[in-house]
Nanobody, 121 residues
Framework: QVQLRESGGGLVQPGGSLRLSCAAS????????MGWYRQAPGKQRELVAV???????NYADSVKGRFTISRDNPKNTVSLQMNSLKPEDTAVYYC???????????????WGKGTLVTVSS
């Protein structure tokens, strides 16, 4: 079993910054990619940013230049630095571990439980 624990959400004013972190734990050999997704009220979950084990990154157009994803492979953690936050960034942010090579059940994806980010004055 693999667990993802997110932290760092909260309330921030427009233009402010937040940093989200996610740590993976459990019985696995490797994680191919780790990413952040978000889901705003009434909307579908969408990709925010993803980083591979090799350091390659991909961002949603809406966050390019404002958000930065980073990963610590030995610690199995991924972070999302969010700057210049806008009200439309308000959502529940979910961490995802993609193509996790587990000890027992083979290769699977895993989701965290989510952390709420609210951007409001």
């Amino acid at each position: 079993q693999v667990q993802l624990r997110e932290s760092g959400g909260g309330l921030v004013q427009p233009g402010g910054s937040l940093r989200l972190s996610c740590a993976a734990s459990g019985s696995f050999y490797s994680i191919n990619a780790m990413g952040w997704y978000r889901q705003a009220p009434g909307k579908q979950r969408e990709l925010v940013a993803v980083v591979t084990s090799g350091g390659g990154t991909n961002y949603a157009d809406s966050v390019k230049g404002r958000f930065t994803i980073s990963r610590d492979n030995p610690k199995n953690t991924v972070s999302l630095q969010m700057n210049s936050l806008k009200p439309e960034d308000t959502a529940v942010y979910y961490c995802k571990a993609i193509q996790v090579e587990t000890v027992v059940v083979g290769v699977k994806d895993y989701w965290g439980k989510g952390t709420l980010v609210t951007v409001s004055s």
